[in-house]
């Protein structure tokens, strides 16, 4: 072997060498709360000045039927954030929806999905938000209306995954998506239909109101006709990472408060999720 070839195969098989250790419990649990799982996005505030008093507490109020809720102050402050729970307190209220006290939460919270999460990626979040700033911010107390309908277990998070699971790129794609809680909003038709994981998985519909109108959750399935089964994964790429769709629509809120998320992945996740959208069953 020429020397430069032997220095070529060196190159390439340090590119190849796993460098997953090399991630700490902390920047693991910082890339699952700010780019993987978008916590901030229902849970921080917004505009000037806002990234010092991150996961304080959200701006968006979550008014359906059954409540009247918002995003949480998750910050370490012990009085009117998480300080005082404990690492199991924390966990439960992650995975299983439910306070320290008992008491659910409304499923706003999307903790139907955050049950696949696997133990390590578990410790990295809670080990992750006892690490941000405590903040002071007294979040509006929440109000519970009516007795919510049961929340489906989301048939793909039935049980946590393991770190095994991760390395086989199909299951990297179903855990990516799944924590990345895409069926919170393309499995609902409207506000008052509750999330439907069987007859409405990728079908949409749902609306959103807000200063910028009304948006409806779209069609993710891949039919050809009413969803993307006939976009390119490029054309999807651009979608999910610039906001912008085959005919160069600009995606409106909240999908492009998402995408502010998704263009910050690591590409071979990226890779993964697109690779599970185009396995969505088509619904017509
Ligand atoms: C789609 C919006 C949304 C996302 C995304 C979200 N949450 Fe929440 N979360 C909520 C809402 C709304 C509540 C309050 C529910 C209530 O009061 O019944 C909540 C409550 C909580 C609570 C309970 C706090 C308390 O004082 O009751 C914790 C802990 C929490 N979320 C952590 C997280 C973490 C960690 C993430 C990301 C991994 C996350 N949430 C992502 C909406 C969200
Ligand atoms: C907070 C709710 C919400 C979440 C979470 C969400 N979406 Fe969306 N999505 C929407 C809405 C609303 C639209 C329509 C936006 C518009 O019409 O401008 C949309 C549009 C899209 C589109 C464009 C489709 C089209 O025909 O225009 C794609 C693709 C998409 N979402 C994929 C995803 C994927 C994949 C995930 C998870 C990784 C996800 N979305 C998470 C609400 C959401």
């Known amino acids: 072997m020429s020397r430069s070839a032997a220095l070529g195969l060196f190159l390439v098989l340090m590119a190849a060498a796993p460098r997953a250790d090399a991630e700490t419990l902390l920047e693991r649990?910082?890339?699952?709360?700010?780019?993987?799982?978008?916590?901030?996005?229902?849970?921080?505030?917004?505009?000037?000045?806002?990234?010092?008093?991150?996961?304080?507490?959200?701006?968006?109020?979550?008014?359906?039927?059954?409540?009247?809720?918002?995003?949480?102050?998750?910050?370490?402050?012990?009085?009117?954030g998480i300080g005082a729970w404990s690492d199991d307190d924390i966990k439960r209220a992650i995975t299983k929806g439910i306070r320290p006290n008992g008491t659910p939460l409304a499923d706003a919270m999307p903790s139907a999905f955050f049950r696949i999460l696997t133990p390590r990626d578990l410790d990295a979040i809670v080990a992750y938000l006892r690490s941000v700033p405590a903040v002071r911010n007294e979040v509006a107390a929440p109000i519970y209306k009516a007795a919510s309908p049961p929340s489906p277990t989301?048939?793909?998070?039935?049980?946590?995954?393991?770190?095994?699971?991760?390395?086989?790129?199909?299951?990297?794609?179903?855990?990516?998506?799944?924590?990345?809680?895409?069926?919170?909003?393309?499995?609902?038709?409207?506000?008052?239909?509750?999330?439907?994981?069987?007859?409405?998985?990728?079908?949409?519909?749902?609306?959103?109101?807000?200063?910028?109108?009304?948006?409806h959750s779209a069609n993710i399935t891949s039919s050809r006709v009413a969803g993307i089964g006939a976009w390119s994964d490029a054309e999807l790429r651009r979608a999910l990472t610039e906001g912008v769709t085959p005919d160069g629509r600009k995606l409106r809120p909240p999908m492009s408060d998402q995408v502010a998320y998704y263009r910050t992945w690591k590409a071979a996740d990226l890779d993964a999720l697109i690779a599970w959208v185009r396995t969505i069953p088509p619904i017509d």
């Open 29 to 80: 649990g910082d890339y699952l709360v700010n780019h993987l799982m978008s916590c901030g996005n229902c849970h921080s505030p917004r505009g000037p000045g806002a990234a010092s008093r991150a996961l304080s507490g959200g701006v968006q109020v979550f008014d359906e039927p059954w409540f009247r809720v918002k995003g949480a102050n998750i910050t370490p402050d012990r009085e009117t």
């Open 154 to 215: 989301y048939p793909l998070a039935a049980k946590p995954l393991s770190d095994a699971d991760l390395a086989d790129p199909v299951r990297r794609g179903i855990y990516l998506s799944t924590v990345a809680h895409c069926m919170a909003c393309h499995a609902r038709t409207s506000d008052e239909a509750p999330t439907d994981y069987i007859k409405a998985f990728g079908k949409g519909g749902r609306a959103f109101r807000g200063p910028w109108g009304e948006t």
